[in-house]
């Protein structure tokens, strides 16, 4: 299928402070005609998250900094539209990290077949993707189990919601903070967190004592900075952290001072892992019987917001320092 054309976003230039749709541009490419073993991709939905705002500095973060005049990358699921590799055929539905982009050839090495029965499809880039295997990892990082108190920050995130609904089927009680009545709505309501609060109105270690008086057992870290500090001060004797994230600083144009109260780590004989969802891979077969199951049963819900366009996609990255989305963001190519 040469000659086809397919529209991509790539980086103009390195942010400062929050990302603007100034440091996006859209760019055409045209597809060759297909080489022995590849395969030609339709994106039908591409993620946007966080962790890619560290790549789009100069310095290595996750992964080697984002070229500039190059199409970013990212997860994304799509239709497999013309195969030369024995292993995919026309129709397959398969997940990447080609996002940010409507059409690519790879090889079948960079794809990962799904089901078209799961609907929507997108949930491959949420509860049954990354961020909800990164909900995962973590809890079994830190061995969350029946009886914890767990306290998740940037609970209505991607992957923080998705934590709260595994650590409640794990027998935790599950306190959430977001950034809004709506998100703490959403967490009592729809992802049945026994608590929750937003972080907006008063201070975090306040609102998190209120919450859970005698203490907590496990803090999930989605946010780092201030409450992180808080979660120090509030966590019980042998308590565990799961490093996941850290968005209150990503923007930050000079480091930010550390919690000040981390000596917590050694009264409180404190256990902090800080994870990376790709190191885990080999088990990416068990993680996806579990959800899947969990999903097919309604025991875990997948929440997401759409924008709709790849000329959107700039905007929708940019949203998620400003809180617009609820669940996973994710952009509608198709």
């Known amino acids: 299928m040469s000659g086809l054309r397919s529209r991509e976003i790539c980086l103009a230039a390195r942010p400062s402070g929050i990302p603007t749709p100034a440091d996006f541009t859209v760019a055409w490419t ?69 996002g940010w982009r409507e059409y690519f050839v790879t090889s079948p090495e ?18 049954l993707g990354m961020t909800g295997m ?30 709260g609904q595994l650590a409640k089927l794990r027998g935790c009680r599950v306190i959430g903070s977001a950034g ?34 005698d203490g907590i057992d496990v803090y999930f870290d989605n946010v780092g900075g ?7 001060s509030a966590l019980r004797l042998r308590g565990r952290i799961a490093a996941c994230g850290g968005i209150s600083g990503y923007n930050s144009e000079t480091p930010r001072p550390g919690p000040s109260n981390l000596f917590h780590i050694t009264t409180k004989r404190l256990t902090m892992r800080g994870f990376i969802v790709s190191d885990w891979l080999d088990r990416r077969s068990e993680f996806e019987k579990e959800l899947s199951a969990y999903f097919k049963a309604g025991k875990v819900k ?6 709709k366009g790849i000329e959107q996609a700039a905007a929708a990255f940019v949203g998620l320092f400003q809180g617009q989305n609820v669940g996973k963001m994710v952009v509608e190519l198709a």
């Open 30 to 98: 045209d597809s060759a005609p297909l080489k022995d073993g590849e395969v030609l991709v339709r994106n039908l939905y591409m993620s946007v998250d966080p962790y890619m705002r560290g790549r789009m500095n100069a310095g290595r973060s996750y992964a080697p900094p984002f070229e500039l005049g190059k199409p970013l990358d990212g997860g994304a699921v799509g239709d497999v539209i013309e195969s030369r590799a024995r292993d995919f055929k026309p129709g397959d539905v398969v997940t990447s990290n080609f």
């Open 110 to 127: 960079d794809l990962h077949l799904v089901s078209r029965e799961m609907q929507p499809l997108s949930v491959y880039l949420g509860a």
């Open 134 to 163: 990164t909900a995962w990892v973590g809890l079994n990082l830190v061995e969350a189990r029946a009886g914890d108190v767990i306290f998740i920050s940037g609970a209505a995130g991607a992957v923080g919601n998705v934590a």
């Open 180 to 213: 809004s009545a709506e998100k703490v709505q959403f967490l009592r309501e729809e992802c049945g967190f026994d608590s929750a609060f937003n972080y907006k109105t008063g201070p975090v270690l306040e609102q998190l004592n209120r919450e859970a008086p």
């Open 226 to 232: 201030e409450t992180l500090e808080a979660a120090l």
């Open 302 to 307: 997948n929440k997401e917001t759409v924008v």
